[in-house]
């Protein structure tokens, strides 16, 4: 059952992130996510289990905008301006500091992953291009999902435009290897 939202929920979500700036989240506990968010041990667990609970509310978050986001994104046009799209999409989220968890349950890299394999399942025939290339099936889609949250990723960290415009280029060139069969 999903919990509303309230403003100690939002404390205690902003607190585990100032946290995870300078600590693992394996060192940080609910009483310095409470310290923190300055709320009560009781006020915390009636928003959260634990604090993976907020891990997980927040991965479901960014997987849902992520998911909705690609059925209205990719079509075999242009794969490149709709992952670009897509990076906008991401910016106003977490994306960057929960890609690199992985705790419990929470692998939000393993997730976009296992999205954007959905989503190009429903527009790219991966046998096509492993028989193209001579490949194997799996090499081809993980190849493709691979290239795609690198890229997502790396635009999200890269400020500087001439870089951001090279790996727009080869992303573009290495997407024609897949969409041209």
């Not at 906008?88 to 954007?116: H, W």
């Not at 096509?128 to 194997?136: L, N």
């Amino acid at each position: 059952m999903k919990k509303k939202p309230t403003k100690s929920t939002e404390s205690a979500k902003l607190a585990l992130f100032e946290l995870l700036k300078v600590h693992s989240f394996s060192q940080i506990t609910v009483n310095d996510i409470c310290k923190e968010a300055e709320i009560g041990r009781s006020t915390f667990y009636k928003s959260f289990y634990d604090k993976y609970d907020i891990l997980e509310a927040e991965n479901q978050d960014i997987c849902q905008k992520i998911k909705s986001s690609l059925a209205d994104l990719m079509t075999m046009a242009n794969i490149t301006t709709h992952l670009q799209e897509l990076v906008e999409i991401v910016k106003s989220t977490r994306f960057l500091q929960m890609i690199e968890i992985e705790e419990g349950t929470v692998n939000l890299r393993k997730q976009i992953l296992s999205l954007l394999e959905d989503q190009y399942i429903q527009y790219y025939n991966y046998k096509d291009i492993a028989i193209k290339w001579s490949i194997s099936y799996d090499f081809a889609k993980e190849l493709f999902c691979s290239a795609a949250l690198a890229f997502i990723e790396t635009s999200l960290n890269e400020s500087d435009p001439v870089i951001l415009e090279q790996n727009q280029f080869f992303l573009e060139k290495i997407m024609k290897q897949f969409t041209h069969v």
